[in-house]
């Protein structure tokens, strides 16, 4: 059910967001060099690694790493990037992920594959059987502001608790902190 809720719900999305999905590629490129989209290594089920898209929002020349690792993540940022980030519209070409089946629209958000420690205590706990999703318990409970061991705890909790209402409630929630911009730090 959950996967057949994710196909059709990626495509709806897409359609709906069809506008957006045509005006940021202009923005990026008419506002900064390099491609539109960044394509990132990112940890999936079972520790895969698979290749996850967003709109670009950083200058090209950024270091590969978590924003939160970054001293100052502001200099990086291209001149739509801190509006993309904070409307999480940056996210909208994971749509394809959750298409083919990489990611779902529920699961703990896919680390990046040189998060060895978020890694390493996902893999201890289970965790990492899940598809990652586009958002979570731990997003909706946090999202930039959380610490690795407080990600992982909500992360497992949600493994604990996993079942189609609770991955609607996540979801309304999500929609509400969506529009409240709550929780996001860049």
Request: proline letters at 6%; zero cysteines; a positive charge.
């Amino acid at each position: 059910m959950k996967r057949i809720f994710d196909l059709f719900f990626s495509v709806v999305l897409f359609v709906l967001f069809l506008i957006p999905f045509i005006l940021i590629p202009i923005f990026i490129k008419t506002t900064s060099r390099g491609p539109i989209l960044f394509w990132s290594d990112r940890v999936g089920k079972y520790n895969r690694i698979f290749q996850m898209p967003k709109f670009r929002t950083m200058e090209i020349h950024s270091p590969i790493v978590a924003t939160h690792l970054l001293n100052n993540p502001n200099i990086y940022l291209t001149p739509i990037g801190s509006f993309l980030r904070k409307s999480s519209l940056d996210e909208l070409p994971q749509l394809w992920n959750i298409f083919i089946g990489d990611m779902s629209f529920v699961g703990p958000r896919p680390a990046l594959f040189n998060q060895h420690d978020l890694i390493r205590s996902r893999t201890l706990r289970g965790i990492n059987q899940l598809r990652p999703g586009l958002t979570g318990w731990a997003q909706i409970n946090g999202r930039d502001k959380l610490s690795i061991r407080l990600k992982v705890q909500l992360d497992e909790e949600y493994l604990k608790k996993k079942s189609f209402l609770f991955d609607l409630k996540i979801l309304w929630l999500t929609v509400i902190k969506f529009f409240m911009a709550h929780d996001i730090s860049h």
